[in-house]
Nanobody, 113 residues
Framework: QVQLVESGGGLVQPGGSLRVSCAAS????????MSWYRQAPGKERELVGV???????QYADAVKGRFTISRDNAKSTMYLQMNSLKPDDTAVYYC???????WGKGTLVTVSS
């Protein structure tokens, strides 16, 4: 069955960096567009960015220039590198397979001094 497992969240100071990962299994990862979403406390879930099987990316305006999505198809893993983090980036970060309604359980990123 399809499984998506996020990891790498934690507490980071404003201006810091963090990389979160999404390990996929149960499907041919290299064939699918994948996405990162986030949900901040008291807010709706929002799209962070998208990556195609070949590695083309698109980002939300709020993270453009600070966040980078990448993937390793050989490892069936997607990454989200987050730089210049702000308190407003505090959220649970989720990965999603774009075909079908498959989500991970999320990993919490807290940006605070």
């Amino acid at each position: 069955q399809v499984q998506l497992v996020e990891s790498g969240g934690g507490l980071v100071q404003p201006g810091g960096s963090l990389r979160v990962s999404c390990a996929a299994s149960g499907f041919t990862f290299s064939s699918y567009v994948m996405s990162w979403y986030r949900q901040a406390p008291g807010k709706e879930r929002e799209l962070v960015g998208v990556i195609t099987p070949s590695g083309n990316t698109q980002y939300a305006d709020a993270v453009k220039g600070r966040f980078t999505i990448s993937r390793d198809n050989a490892k069936s893993t997607m990454y989200l590198q987050m730089n210049s983090l702000k308190p407003d980036d505090t959220a649970v970060y989720y990965c999603k397979r774009n075909r079908g309604d498959y989500w991970g359980k999320g990993t919490l990123v807290t940006v605070s001094s």
